[in-house]
């Protein structure tokens, strides 16, 4: 499958905001963590979760570049002990708006 990167037609920075509004829709569906933990890593600046991206269906012809993204979302390793549920998958559908930092976002919940 390939990747949700500047080949599919966006550039790298549209890209990125793209990333970061579907992780702040994604990041309410994934499970929270003990607060001791949540505070280390917010104070470290860190983050609980790798993402992974793959791009499952393109449009490079509409103006509003319609797409379905797969995301899966792993829990670090060095956080195991604290959540059971490690891995998830979510397909997410987005258009893009004449303003890229207000993409249309629909989330199509947990696929695994």
């Known amino acids: 499958m390939p ?43 860190r983050d609980a979760w790798r993402y992974s991206w793959r791009l499952l269906e393109h449009d490079p ?5 319609p797409m379905i993204v797969e995301v899966e979302v792993k829990l670090k390793k060095e956080l195991h002990p604290y959540c059971h549920s ?3 998958l979510f397909r997410c559908g987005l258009r893009l708006k004449p303003d890229i930092y207000s993409p249309v976002i629909t989330i199509n919940g947990k696929v695994a």
Do not use: Y
């Open 86 to 88: 490690r891995r998830h």
């Open 3 to 45: 990747k949700f990167d500047s080949s599919c037609g966006l550039t790298e920075k549209q890209v990125g905001i793209v990333k970061f509004a579907i992780k702040r829709k994604i990041v309410h569906n994934l499970p929270i963590l003990p607060d001791d933990v949540e505070t280390i890593l917010f104070l470290q600046g």
């Open 61 to 65: 012809t509409s103006s509003m570049h």
